[in-house]
C-alpha cells in the first residue's frame, strides 16, 4: 500500500467500500456551505452542485490528478451578488434577472485567475504575489464580512430562537466537537435548526411535495446564455456588475494561494512548484467562469476537505473525484433540492451569522499572522481607505457611487484604491512574496 508516515496515498488499496464511504465523507464536508451560497443568493441548489462537482473534475484534469482539493461555493461574493441584484431591482428587472447580470461579472472574475495563471507561468508566483500582500488582501477580507452582517441579521429576525439553536450547534460542534464533528459544524447547525422549525411546524413543505424525483439541474433563461439570447442585454448593468465584482477575485486569488499551501503541507508536497500556482489557478478560475456561465455560484477551494484529510490521513486525489461525482448526481434530484430552499429563513440567518463573522475575522488573522507593520503610514493610509470606502459606500443612500452610468460598490472601489495606493505608495514590504504560506487559507468560500 502506498504509505508515508501513517499516511495512504492510494485509497483504492483500501477496497471499494471504505473508498466510497470516503468520497461521501468528503461531500458531507464541503455540503453545508456549498448550499448556503445559493440559498443566500436565490441561485439554483441543483446547479450549484453540478458545477461544483463539474469544477472539481476539472480542476483534477488540468493538474494531472496531483492535488487533491475541492471546489464549492465562495462566500466572497456574496457581496457582488448582493450589490448587483439591488441595482438591477432598482432598474426594475427581477431578482432572478438581476443575477443573471451578476453571474456575467463572476464569470469574468473567473477569467482574472487566468491572466494571474499566465503572469505566474511567465515571471513567477513570489513576483506576482508582491502586489497582493495582505495590507490590501486583509482589510477587503474585513470589509466583506461587514457588508454582508445586516442581512443575516434580517433573516434572524424572523425568528431568533430558532436562529439560536444553528448559532449554539455551530460554536459547541466546533469548539468542543472531535473528528469529523469538528469539521462540518455548518452542516450539522443547519440539520439541527432545520429540524427544530420542522417539529415545529414552521416549514411549508408544499415546493418539496410538488418537486419530481428527477430533473435537470440547469434552467436555460436563468444562464448567461438566456441572457444574450433575449435580446434585451442592459449594457450598463452589465458593466455595473462586471466592474463591481471582478476586483473582488483579488482576495479569493489569494486565498486561493493560501489553500493550495495549506493542502500541501497536510500533504507533505509542493503543489505551489507540482504541478505549479498557474495550473491550480487554471482550475479554480475556469471552473468558477463555466459555473457561473449557467447560473452557479463561483467556486473556491475548500479548507473543509482540507481538514478531512488531515483527519483521515488519506491523500489519494480520487476520493475528492468521488465526492465531486456525488454532488453532480445528487445535482439530477429536484425533490433534494427543494428540501434545501424550503429553508427557514432563522436558520440561514443563523448559520450565516457566525459566517460572516468568521470572514472578517479571517481577514484580521490575514494582517496579523502576517506581520503587516502598521507602525508605517503607508500601510494605515492603505487600510484607512478601503475600509472607509468600503463600508461608507455601501451604508451611504446611495449605495454605490455612480461614474457616467456604471455603478461601482464599495468593495470595488475599495479594491481598485488599495491595490493602486500599495503599488505607487513609497515603502512597500514585499516579504509576503517570498513565502506564500497557508495563513490566507480556511475560508472567504467557507467555514
Not at 432563522?346 to 459566517?355: F, Q, R
Amino acid at each position: 500500500m502506498g504509505e508515508k508516515n501513517g499516511a495512504i496515498y492510494n485509497a483504492r488499496e483500501l477496497g471499494t467500500g471504505k473508498t466510497l464511504v470516503l468520497g461521501l465523507q468528503h461531500m458531507f464536508a464541503m455540503f453545508g456551505a456549498t448550499v448556503l451560497v445559493p440559498i443566500i443568493t436565490g441561485l439554483s441548489v441543483s446547479a450549484t452542485l453540478l458545477f461544483a462537482g463539474i469544477a472539481t473534475l476539472f480542476c483534477h484534469l488540468v493538474t494531472g490528478g496531483k492535488v487533491p482539493v475541492f471546489l464549492g461555493s465562495s462566500f466572497a461574493f456574496l457581496g457582488g451578488y448582493a450589490a448587483v441584484k439591488a441595482a438591477g431591482v432598482a432598474a426594475g428587472y427581477t431578482e432572478a434577472q438581476s443575477l443573471t447580470y451578476a453571474c456575467v461579472g463572476v464569470a469574468c472574475a473567473g477569467l482574472l485567475y487566468l491572466v494571474l495563471a499566465l503572469i505566474c507561468k511567465a515571471v513567477g508566483s513570489k513576483k506576482v504575489m508582491k502586489f497582493f500582500p495582505p495590507v490590501v488582501t486583509g482589510p477587503i477580507i474585513i470589509a466583506i464580512g461587514l457588508n454582508l452582517a445586516p442581512s443575516a441579521i434580517n433573516n434572524c429576525d424572523d425568528n431568533w430562537w430558532i436562529a439560536l439553536v444553528a448559532i449554539v450547534v455551530v460554536i459547541v460542534c466546533n469548539i468542543w466537537g472531535k473528528g469529523m464533528i469538528k469539521i462540518i459544524p455548518i452542516l450539522l447547525g443547519v440539520v439541527a435548526s432545520y429540524a427544530v422549525a420542522a417539529v415545529s411546524g414552521i416549514v411549508d413543505w408544499t415546493l418539496v411535495k410538488e418537486a419530481a424525483w428527477i430533473g435537470l439541474p440547469v434552467q436555460m433563461q436563468n444562464t448567461v446564455f438566456g441572457l444574450f439570447t433575449s435580446g434585451n442585454v442592459d449594457t450598463n448593468l452589465l458593466l455595473s456588475s462586471i466592474i463591481t465584482i471582478v476586483p473582488i477575485a483579488v482576495a479569493t486569488m489569494m486565498e486561493h494561494v493560501g489553500d493550495i499551501s495549506a493542502i500541501g503541507s497536510t500533504v507533505g508536497k509542493n503543489f505551489i512548484e507540482d504541478p505549479g500556482l498557474h495550473r491550480t489557478l487554471i482550475g479554480d478560475g475556469v471552473g468558477t467562469a463555466i459555473a457561473a456561465l449557467f447560473g452557479a455560484p463561483a467556486n473556491t477551494t475548500y479548507g473543509e476537505n482540507t481538514g478531512v484529510l488531515a483527519l483521515t490521513k488519506v491523500y489519494d486525489p480520487f476520493v475528492i473525484r468521488l465526492a465531486a461525482i456525488y454532488a453532480i448526481v445528487l445535482s439530477f434530484c429536484p425533490k433534494f433540492a427543494a428540501i434545501i430552499e424550503v429553508m427557514p429563513s432563522a436558520t440561514i440567518g443563523g448559520v450565516s451569522l457566525i459566517l460572516y463573522g468568521m470572514i472578517s475575522a479571517v481577514g484580521v488573522r490575514n494582517v496579523v499572522e502576517n506581520k503587516t507593520n502598521f507602525q508605517e503610514s503607508r500601510n494605515v493610509i492603505i487600510a484607512a481607505l478601503i475600509l472607509g470606502l468600503a463600508i461608507g459606500i455601501g451604508y451611504s443612500e446611495a449605495g454605490s457611487i455612480a461614474i457616467g452610468s456604471v455603478s461601482l460598490s464599495g468593495l470595488a472601489v475599495a479594491s481598485i484604491v488599495g491595490l493602486v495606493l500599495n503599488a505607487v505608495l513609497p515603502g512597500r514590504d514585499d516579504s509576503f512574496a517570498d513565502t506564500p504560506n497557508d495563513q490566507l487559507s480556511g475560508s472567504l468560500g467557507k467555514y
